[in-house]
C-alpha cells in the first residue's frame, strides 16, 4: 500500500510526520509533493520521496492525499484527474468548506464514466504527534475501503466516521478547538503567574493538570459534571472558582465561540 500527500504545509507536513510513525506505510510508501522546495526540505533525509510534479505523486499513490488550501483544491484536482485510475486509486480530500459534489464535479471525467472513491476529511496538526481527532466523510466508497481509511486515520489518533454536514461543527470542536484549549492554557498559566508561580512552572501544571483531566475521564468514562462532584466540597474553594467562572460566562462564552466558528 501506498500513498501520496499532495502539498506539505502545515497541515500535511503534519499527516506526513504521522504517517511515518504507522506500521501501515514505510518512509519508501510515502510520496510528497510540494512547489515549494522549502515546504519539502523538511522531509529530506526520512526516506520519502519527494517531487514537485502532483501528476508524478498521484501516480504513485493507491491513496492520494490532497491537503491545499481550500482555493486551490480545484486546480490540484483538474490537474491530477487525467493521471488518476479512479478503479483503483482512493483519494483524500483534507481542506475546509469543500463539498462532496464539488469534488465530484471538479474529477468528473465526462458522462458514463466511473464515479472516484474519495474521502473528506478533517484532522488536525496533533496528528504529526498521532493524538488527533480526526472526522471523515465517505463518498462513493466501500466498506472495506472505508474501514482501511479509517484504520490509516486510527493509527495517528482517534476518528470518527459522521455525516457531510457534521464536518463544519468537527472542525470548531476538534481543529478550532486546538485553539480554544490553548487559549484556556494561556489564561491560567497567566492566572499561576499572577498567584506566584513562574510562567515555565505555571505553564507546567496546566498542562499536567489537562493531561490528568483527559486520562481521568477516558479511563473512568465518568461524565464531566460527575467528576466535578468529587472534587468540589460544600462550601470549597473549587465550587468558589467554577461560580466565578460561570458568572463571567465561561460556558456561554465556550459555546458561542465555537458556533461562530461555523458561521
Same mark, same amino acid.
Given at each position: 500500500?501506498?500513498?501520496?500527500?499532495?502539498g506539505?504545509?502545515?497541515?500535511g507536513?503534519s499527516?506526513?510526520?504521522?504517517?511515518?510513525?504507522t506500521?501501515?506505510?514505510?518512509a519508501?510508501d510515502?510520496?510528497v509533493a510540494?512547489?515549494?522546495q522549502q515546504s519539502?526540505?523538511?522531509?529530506?533525509?526520512?526516506? %520519502?520521496? *519527494?517531487t514537485s510534479n !502532483?501528476?508524478?505523486? #498521484?501516480?504513485?499513490g493507491?491513496?492520494?492525499? =490532497? @491537503?491545499?488550501?481550500?482555493?486551490?483544491v480545484?486546480?490540484?484536482l483538474?490537474?491530477?484527474?487525467?493521471?488518476?485510475?479512479?478503479?483503483?486509486?482512493m483519494?483524500?480530500?483534507i481542506?475546509?468548506?469543500i463539498?462532496?459534489?464539488?469534488?465530484?464535479?471538479w474529477?468528473?471525467?465526462?458522462?458514463?464514466?466511473?464515479l472516484?472513491? %474519495?474521502? *473528506?476529511?478533517?484532522p !488536525?496538526i496533533?496528528i #504529526?504527534?498521532?493524538?488527533?481527532?480526526?472526522f =471523515? @466523510?465517505?463518498?462513493?466508497?466501500?466498506s472495506e475501503q472505508?474501514?482501511?481509511?479509517?484504520?490509516m486515520f486510527n493509527?495517528?489518533g482517534?476518528?470518527l466516521?459522521t455525516d457531510?454536514?457534521?464536518?463544519?461543527a468537527?472542525?470548531?470542536?476538534?481543529?478550532s478547538?486546538l485553539?480554544y484549549a490553548?487559549?484556556?492554557?494561556?489564561?491560567?498559566t497567566?492566572?499561576?503567574v499572577e498567584?506566584?508561580?513562574?510562567a515555565?512552572?505555571?505553564q507546567?501544571? =496546566?498542562?499536567?493538570?489537562?493531561?490528568?483531566?483527559?486520562?481521568?475521564?477516558?479511563?473512568?468514562g465518568?461524565?464531566?459534571?460527575?467528576?466535578i462532584?468529587?472534587v468540589t466540597?460544600?462550601?470549597?474553594?473549587?465550587?468558589?472558582?467554577?461560580?466565578?467562572?460561570?458568572a463571567?460566562g465561561?460556558?456561554?462564552?465556550?459555546?458561542?465561540?465555537l458556533?461562530?466558528?461555523l458561521?
Amino acid at each position: 500500500m501506498k500513498i501520496s500527500i499532495i502539498g506539505a504545509g502545515a497541515m500535511g507536513g503534519s499527516l506526513v510526520k504521522g504517517l511515518l510513525q504507522t506500521t501501515m506505510f514505510g518512509a519508501a510508501d510515502i510520496t510528497v509533493a510540494d512547489l515549494s522546495q522549502q515546504s519539502l526540505k523538511a522531509f529530506a533525509g526520512t526516506g %520519502v520521496r *519527494l517531487t514537485s510534479n !502532483n501528476q508524478e505523486a #498521484a501516480q504513485a499513490g493507491d491513496i492520494i492525499a =490532497v @491537503v491545499v488550501k481550500p482555493w486551490l483544491v480545484e486546480s490540484v484536482l483538474e490537474d491530477i484527474k487525467t493521471v488518476i485510475d479512479y478503479n483503483r486509486q482512493m483519494i483524500v480530500v483534507i481542506a475546509a468548506g469543500i463539498s462532496s459534489a464539488q469534488i465530484n464535479e471538479w474529477l468528473s471525467k465526462g458522462n458514463g464514466m466511473v464515479l472516484p472513491t %474519495v474521502f *473528506l476529511a478533517i484532522p !488536525n496538526i496533533a496528528i #504529526a504527534m498521532k493524538a488527533s481527532m480526526t472526522f =471523515v @466523510v465517505p463518498v462513493n466508497a466501500s466498506s472495506e475501503q472505508t474501514r482501511l481509511i479509517t484504520d490509516m486515520f486510527n493509527e495517528m489518533g482517534e476518528t470518527l466516521v459522521t455525516d457531510e454536514r457534521l464536518l463544519p461543527a468537527g472542525t470548531a470542536l476538534a481543529s478550532s478547538g486546538l485553539a480554544y484549549a490553548m487559549r484556556y492554557l494561556r489564561a491560567a498559566t497567566e492566572g499561576g503567574v499572577e498567584m506566584g508561580f513562574k510562567a515555565s512552572e505555571a505553564q507546567r501544571i =496546566v498542562m499536567q493538570t489537562m493531561r490528568g483531566t483527559v486520562e481521568l475521564l477516558q479511563t473512568s468514562g465518568m461524565h464531566p459534571e460527575e467528576a466535578i462532584d468529587l472534587v468540589t466540597t460544600p462550601g470549597g474553594v473549587t465550587i468558589k472558582g467554577l461560580n466565578e467562572m460561570e458568572a463571567a460566562g465561561f460556558t456561554s462564552a465556550v459555546v458561542r465561540g465555537l458556533k461562530a466558528g461555523l458561521k
